[in-house]
């Protein structure tokens, strides 16, 4: 069963475009929702989180949309670089069940010159 | 910033030989360290859950005396991939959770296992 449905797999942005990256999970349970960003070859890196308490979050470029009724979080990156493409992975913690990370399917983003 | 590092990042070894996999976390302790594997093109997958000075938890389909995990301190973490076969081939990633940093879990650069 699969916790935390991530879309799209892929996506292609011209330079200068929005990437939107979409999550919806199921579990009621999850308090603490991270996003991820892996380049070919290694492991992943924090960019940004938020916990169900707010609405939005912004860090620079990148802002998470969350929507607790729906069970839904984005992620956005404005004016987006070709040294953002990479493999985006949504998550969400259960902090009451061992802080362990179910991770999205991952979403390649291609950002194009 | 914290730093999590794993040794060694590639590893290629014959069928049937074990492999150790080491993740230390640098300038924090981890109470709690995390393993994943992780195929081409997909997500990562939790292998076990590693406490310091206690044995793993393992999920779920994921063999115990195949993948043995040592937390011996509060830096550093082991895996060892026993008599390795090639579809263990995969690139194994640690992360660490600071103690003092709430939720937050940084991850290790992985290592890339090749099973001939």
């Known amino acids: 069963q699969q916790q935390v449905k991530q879309s799209p797999q892929s996506l292609i942005v011209q330079k200068g475009g929005i990437s939107i990256i979409n999550c919806a999970y199921e579990?009621?349970?999850?308090?603490?929702f991270p996003w991820y960003q892996q380049f070919p070859g290694k492991g992943p890196a924090l960019l940004i989180a938020?916990?169900?308490?707010?609405s939005e979050k912004k860090e620079g470029r990148f802002t998470i949309s969350f929507n607790k009724s729906a069970k839904q979080f984005s992620l956005h990156i404005m004016d987006s670089q070709p040294g953002d493409s990479a493999t985006y992975f949504c998550?969400?913690?259960?902090?009451?069940?061992?802080?362990?990370?179910?991770f999205g399917g991952g979403t390649r983003l291609m950002v194009k010159p | 910033g914290a730093v999590v590092s794993q040794h060694p990042s590639r590893v290629i070894c014959k069928s049937g030989t074990s492999v150790k996999i080491e993740c230390r976390s640098l300038?924090?302790?981890?109470?709690?360290m995390f393993w994943y594997r992780q195929f081409p093109k997909q997500s990562l997958m939790l292998m076990a859950t590693?406490?310091?000075?206690?044995?793993?938890?393992?999920e779920q389909g994921v063999e115990k005396d195949k993948f043995l995990i040592n937390h011996a301190s509060l830096t550093l973490s082991t895996l060892t991939v026993t008599s390795a076969h090639p579809e263990d081939s995969s690139f194994y990633i640690c992360?660490?959770?600071?103690?003092?940093?709430?939720?937050?879990?940084?991850f290790g650069p992985g290592t890339r296992l090749t099973v001939l």
């Open positions: 992360s660490a959770e600071d103690r003092f940093s709430y939720n937050e879990q940084f």
């Open positions: 579990n009621t349970a999850f308090d603490y």
């Open positions: 938020i916990r169900p308490d707010v």
């Open positions: 998550a969400a913690v259960n902090n009451n069940a061992g802080n362990m990370l179910t």
């Open positions: 300038d924090f302790q981890a109470t709690t």
């Open positions: 590693s406490n310091e000075g206690s044995k793993a938890t393992y």
